[in-house]
């Protein structure tokens, strides 16, 4: 599992490290490429998904309810550490409360349990992905004011995800060549936003902070034992059991570093969160699959 693990992580290291490189020896505007990501590529990746998911509704929901109150309890617990160790809530709060359950958690349970294991955490990252780009936004933002509703309103990736769901629980049929240049588009956004977080990185000069160790352990083992507490209160088992425990565990979504940046925000807090945590899931990783049995 060690080596799966920095299988299913390399590509995301050779896109930031290409990114960071490319910015070094060239001009790239990090903001540019943030911007470009979240507005048009992103959009189409999420509604590509939500509209052509065939999920069931007796499928999506005991992972869509444990994955819910994952994301409440982690926001709760998050927002009190933030508030311990005096940091920025519109950087912290986002990379301590979402995880990589996408880019890094969908192939690596493809790898681990098959298609039925990769299924249980499409639905689970769908979830936290609208989650990320609605209350994930509004903290990025300034919270819940007039003026984080209206960037609220004027996100694509908001958007994206009400028309995908229109689309999916309607009679509505896509043209096959739509479908298939949304998917085209879609593919480009793992490896741009990397690129992004890449050239932000040069941009940035990191002063590494005590706490980061502290939200480090948050993003592990808060993650892990909140989705233990989960799935106890709601009496999962098995594959599904497995999957979540894991899921919340993983390193930091990559995107709470680019949000920040696409909003005019600080990242390096979060963008630090991303890097190292991305790094230890090599290890992080093969011990979540451990303990979850």
């Given at each position: 599992?060690?080596?799966?693990?920095?299988?299913?992580m390399?590509?995301?290291?050779?896109?930031?490290?290409?990114?960071?490189?490319?910015a070094?020896?060239?001009?790239a505007n990090?903001?540019?490429?943030a911007?470009?990501?979240?507005?048009?590529?992103?959009?189409?990746?999420?509604?590509?998904?939500?509209?052509?998911?065939s999920?069931?509704?007796?499928?999506?929901?005991?992972?869509?309810?444990?994955s819910?109150?994952?994301?409440?309890?982690?926001?709760?617990a998050?927002?009190?550490?933030?508030?311990?160790?005096?940091?920025?809530?519109?950087?912290?709060?986002?990379?301590?409360?979402?995880?990589?359950?996408?880019?890094?958690?969908?192939?690596?349970?493809?790898?681990?349990?098959?298609?039925e294991?990769?299924n249980?955490?499409?639905?689970?990252?769908?979830?936290?992905?609208?989650?990320?780009?609605?209350?994930?936004?509004l903290?990025?933002?300034?919270?819940?004011?007039?003026?984080?509703?209206?960037?609220?309103?004027?996100?694509?990736?908001?958007?994206?995800?009400i028309?995908?769901?229109?689309?999916?629980?309607?009679t509505?049929?896509?043209?096959?060549?739509?479908?298939?240049?949304?998917?085209?588009?879609?593919?480009?956004?793992?490896?741009?936003?990397?690129?992004?977080?890449?050239?932000?990185?040069?941009?940035?000069?990191?002063?590494?902070?005590?706490?980061?160790?502290?939200?480090?352990?948050?993003?592990?083992?808060?993650?892990?034992?909140?989705?233990?507490?989960t799935?106890?209160?709601?009496?999962?088992?098995?594959?599904?059991?497995t999957?979540?425990?894991?899921?919340?565990?993983?390193?930091?979504?990559m995107?709470?570093?680019?949000?920040?940046?696409r909003?005019?925000?600080?990242?390096q807090?979060?963008?630090?969160?991303v890097?190292?945590?991305?790094?230890?899931g090599?290890?992080t990783?093969?011990?979540?699959?451990a303990?979850?049995?």
């Amino acid at each position: 599992m060690l080596i799966s693990s920095l299988i299913q992580m390399m590509p995301i290291l050779l896109a930031i490290a290409g990114g960071y490189l490319y910015a070094h020896f060239f001009t790239a505007n990090s903001k540019d490429l943030a911007n470009i990501t979240t507005d048009l590529f992103v959009p189409a990746m999420i509604f590509h998904s939500i509209s052509q998911s065939s999920l069931s509704i007796k499928a999506v929901g005991e992972v869509l309810a444990s994955s819910s109150l994952i994301f409440i309890l982690l926001i709760a617990a998050g927002w009190l550490w933030v508030r311990l160790i005096k940091e920025n809530p519109r950087s912290a709060l986002p990379a301590l409360a979402f995880m990589n359950s996408g880019f890094l958690g969908i192939p690596l349970m493809r790898l681990w349990g098959g298609n039925e294991a990769m299924n249980i955490i499409v639905i689970f990252d769908q979830v936290q992905g609208f989650f990320m780009f609605s209350i994930g936004i509004l903290i990025i933002t300034g919270g819940f004011n007039k003026k984080s509703f209206i960037s609220l309103f004027y996100s694509p990736i908001i958007w994206a995800m009400i028309l995908g769901f229109g689309v999916n629980f309607s009679t509505i049929t896509l043209p096959e060549p739509i479908i298939n240049s949304l998917f085209f588009i879609g593919e480009a956004a793992s490896p741009l936003a990397c690129a992004a977080l890449g050239a932000s990185i040069k941009e940035t000069r990191f002063t590494f902070k005590k706490s980061l160790l502290g939200s480090l352990l948050f993003r592990f083992v808060g993650g892990y034992l909140i989705a233990l507490l989960t799935v106890s209160l709601l009496g999962i088992t098995g594959l599904t059991r497995t999957v979540i425990l894991v899921a919340a565990s993983l390193p930091t979504a990559m995107f709470t570093s680019i949000l920040p940046l696409r909003y005019g925000q600080d990242n390096q807090y979060a963008s630090m969160m991303v890097i190292i945590s991305t790094l230890l899931g090599i290890i992080t990783i093969p011990l979540a699959f451990a303990l979850a049995g």
